[in-house]
């Protein structure tokens, strides 16, 4: 008799469009897998949620929601509530990885490297440089880059972006580390690949991660090899110190300005990376020969082994 998969996508987030593009092609990959396929698309009624998934009565829950209540630890709480096993990340690191300030704290107390910040309030921020300047500002609780702003010197718009911001109390300031954008996905204990990104952009934001041309992927990146294989430990140290579970995406900043090989700093961990075939990790398990349907399949198995 085949598994029962419950997908749930959609969700009420800023990046619900990105869910619904993950969830669609989730299932259908799925579905090539072998399984039975229920879809759940996610709305703000949690009651309609709870009520799909208790008629579903699925035998695991593919997470596919992306952002605020998805991978934030909530939906992780009611799922846990209902006693379903489920893909990704539990409670705890979903929450701590999607809480910026917190990820920090826990990567710092892991040793790993990541740029000089502070918190700061929209007030604080109107009032002065919360840093040397060139330095990035972003929302603590936001993920897909939403909201991130870089300053550099001679830029007159702190102010105004204090004044208009529309995030929760706290904002992450951050240094800023020139560079390349470097990513890795973790696959359960194995660091898949180095890929980096190059965008066109100043930073990787929310419209190099999706619009179609938004940003080049260069598989494996061109890096010293002591670069990617300290990308690949930082990856996979950050995935074990935060305790992720599945697949994760670790996103690196790699300062070779001085030459090579330069100094990795750790960004963040992605505990719902996108999971459209041309998303960042599916691309890098296609690398070391994981297809997609077979990809979507280890992580239903791992999230039922690991209930």
Not at 24 to 53: C, S, T, W, Y
Not at 138 to 147: A, I, R
Not at 254 to 262: K, L, S, V
Request: with cysteine.
């Amino acid at each position: 008799m085949s598994m029962r998969v419950a997908v749930l996508f959609g969700g009420v987030s800023a990046e619900r469009e990105v869910s619904l593009a993950t969830g669609g092609q989730v299932m259908a990959a799925l579905r090539a897998a072998g399984f039975e396929v229920a879809p759940i698309e996610v709305g703000a009624d949690l009651g309609a949620v709870i009520g799909a998934l208790q008629a579903a009565g699925p035998d695991v829950v593919f997470n596919a929601l992306h952002g605020r209540y998805g991978e934030d630890g909530c939906i992780q709480g009611v799922l846990d509530w209902m006693g379903l096993p489920y893909t990704h990340s539990g409670v705890r690191a979903s929450a701590v990885a999607m809480d910026k300030s917190a990820a920090k704290a826990v990567f710092l107390a892991a040793g790993l490297p990541v740029a000089e910040s502070r918190l700061v309030t929209p007030e604080e921020l109107e009032a002065a440089d919360p840093l040397p300047l060139p330095y990035v500002v972003k929302p603590v609780n936001e993920g897909s880059s939403v909201g991130v702003e870089i300053f550099r010197d001679g830029d007159n718009r702190r102010a105004n972006v204090a004044r208009a911001w529309k995030f929760d109390r706290r904002i992450m300031a951050e240094a800023f580390i020139p560079g390349r954008e470097l990513t890795v996905a973790v696959m359960g204990d194995r660091a898949l690949e180095v890929t980096e990104i190059d965008t066109g952009h100043v930073f990787y934001d929310y419209e190099a991660k999706y619009a179609d041309g938004g940003s080049r992927h260069t598989l494996p990146a061109p890096v010293h090899p002591e670069t990617r294989a300290k990308a690949m430990e930082i990856a996979l140290r950050a995935h074990q110190a935060l305790g992720c579970r599945g697949v994760s995406r670790a996103d690196l900043r790699y300062d070779d300005t001085a030459g090579e090989p330069g100094r990795l700093f750790l960004l963040e961990v992605n505990t719902q990376p996108g999971m459209t075939r041309t998303s960042l990790v599916p691309e890098q398990a296609a690398h070391v020969g994981i297809g997609f349907p077979e990809l979507c399949a280890w992580m239903v198995r791992e999230a039922r082994h690991g209930a």
